[in-house]
């Protein structure tokens, strides 16, 4: 069973880098599927933030993709974001996800999301 | 990319059966047949439950069906139960290579 789990601070001051890092268990990131990161600002709709590939092909949201950058680490079965100068509309639950492949993007395993507050 | 256009709410009778539309561009969900449906419950992630417009992901319910008709694609559920109240999110890839969600519907079971 494809698991995700994401980790990081909880409180991040403005200004600042938002950092987060997902954490697969149950497949291997090398085996191939991109993987992505989506947000949900609090009593808000979905946003997608952008995927990667294992190589470390990536794709990013046009209105965020200035101050994103996601990689990842095969070694430790890992992907991770890092959002650059947050400001107070970057608070939301952040979710990592499996795209199920084929084409298109399409989630099929999901994260259980952690709540990132952007706060001084 | 702007947000793809869905009704705020919608609501309907056990039994009955509902639709949700999702209305993008010629760019989004007229261009591709990559048109997907979310449902997410109150602080819980969301779940897939409708891929490439008509697809169902095993598991889940045949109550469950999506179109796409031009730049519109919708999704209609059967037989609606109590437990089918949630957030439901349609999303859809894009000429750029990127994805747009639409902005989410309340569905109510009265």
């Known amino acids: 069973q494809v698991q995700l789990q994401e980790s990081g601070p909880g409180l991040v001051k403005p200004s600042e880098t938002l950092s987060l890092t997902c954490t697969v268990s149950g497949f291997s990131i090398s085996i191939g599927h991109y993987w992505g990161w989506i947000r949900q600002s609090p009593g808000k709709g979905l946003e997608w933030i952008g995927n990667i590939y294992n190589s470390g092909s990536t794709y990013y949201n046009p209105s965020l993709k200035s101050r994103v950058t996601i990689s990842v680490d095969t070694s430790k079965n890992q992907f991770s974001l890092k959002l650059s100068s947050v400001t107070a509309a970057d608070t939301a639950v952040y979710y990592c996800?499996?795209?199920?492949?084929?084409?298109?993007?399409?989630?099929?395993?999901w994260g259980q999301g952690t709540l990132v507050t952007v706060s001084s | 990319q702007s947000a793809l256009t869905q009704p705020a709410s919608v609501s309907g009778s056990p039994g009955q059966s509902i639709t949700i539309s999702c209305t993008g561009t010629?760019?989004?969900?007229?261009?591709?047949?990559?048109v997907s449906w979310y449902q997410q419950y109150p602080g819980k992630a969301p779940k897939l439950i409708i891929y490439?417009?008509?697809s169902r992901p095993s598991g889940v319910s045949n109550r469950f069906s999506g179109s796409k008709s031009g730049n519109t694609a919708s999704l209609t559920i059967s037989g609606l139960q109590a437990e089918d109240e949630a957030d439901y999110y349609c999303s859809s890839y894009t000429g750029s290579s990127t994805l747009v969600f639409g902005g989410g519907t309340k569905l109510t079971v009265l």
């Open positions: 010629s760019s989004d969900v007229g261009g591709y047949n990559y």
């Open positions: 996800a499996r795209d199920k492949g084929g084409s298109g993007w399409t989630f099929d395993y």
């Open positions: 490439d417009v008509t």
